[in-house]
């Protein structure tokens, strides 16, 4: 199995801030990487999928990258909105996967 | 608009039976994998297991395999989970989640349903 983490997992910031999450694979999943966002007591949201692309509709501050076995989900300017917990998930090979999250609350 | 409604969740004992459904409404139901991912009670997201849009192909996570059952049915546009012996650990929020095409990973969410197996 693919084991997926995540740093930090917590991240306290403020409104503007630039932040960046880091999602690291046991082992090389080619890019096949998806971001979600979870508020509490709601089904997450889809966010980015192939560790760069952006679903339709999510706001352009958000940008992923990376490949090998590293990637990292960037908020360029953090909104009031994008307090919530994020979740990166491996599609590489079954079973799939997701990183135990990072929850950024405010500073 | 895409929509999954999940239903059928509840409280039942140890070693019991459930059996979750799944409505999908707003998109070709027929041409899509389908998922069910669960999340425990203040835990962190585990895919459970999907099914392909024919039936044809089933994968499922090593905890559920022999207990779990996932099946569709696409007259209907619904989706199923039979969860035999279930287990304390088993406890948690059960999402139904499509895919995002040749992507194995999920576009869009229903509400949840929630398991709890305790005695």
């Known amino acids: 199995d693919i084991h997926m983490t995540q740093s930090p997992s917590t991240l306290s910031a403020s409104v503007g801030d630039r932040v960046i999450i880091t999602c690291r694979a046991s082992q090389n999943i080619n890019g096949w990487l998806a971001w979600f966002q979870q508020k509490p007591g709601k089904a997450p949201k889809f966010l980015i999928y192939?560790?760069?692309t952006l679903d339709s509709g999510v706001p352009s501050r958000f940008s992923g990258s990376g490949s090998g076995t590293e990637f990292t989900l960037t908020i360029s300017s953090l909104q009031p909105d994008d307090f919530a917990t994020y979740y990166c998930?491996?599609?590489?090979?079954?079973?799939?996967?997701f990183g135990p999250g990072t929850k950024v609350d405010i500073k | 608009e895409v929509q999954l409604v999940e239903s059928g969740g509840g409280l039942v004992q140890p070693g019991g039976s459930l059996r979750l459904s799944c409505a999908a409404s707003?998109?070709?139901?027929?041409?899509?994998?389908v998922n069910w991912v669960r999340q425990a009670p203040g835990k962190g997201l585990e895919w459970v297991a999907n099914?392909?849009?024919?039936?044809?192909?089933?994968h499922y996570v090593d905890s559920v395999k022999g207990r779990f059952t996932i099946s569709r049915d696409n007259a209907k546009k619904s989706l199923y989970l039979q969860m035999d012996s279930l287990r304390a650990e088993d406890t948690a929020v059960y999402y139904c989640?499509?895919?995002?095409?040749?992507?194995?990973?999920?576009?869009?969410w229903g509400q949840g349903t929630l398991v709890t197996v305790s005695s």
């Open positions: 099914i392909k849009e024919d039936g044809s192909e089933i």
């Open positions: 192939q560790a760069s």
């Open positions: 998930q491996q599609y590489n090979s079954y079973p799939l996967t």
């Open positions: 707003g998109f070709s139901y027929n041409t899509y994998w």
């Open positions: 989640a499509r895919d995002r095409g040749i992507h194995r990973t999920f576009d869009n």
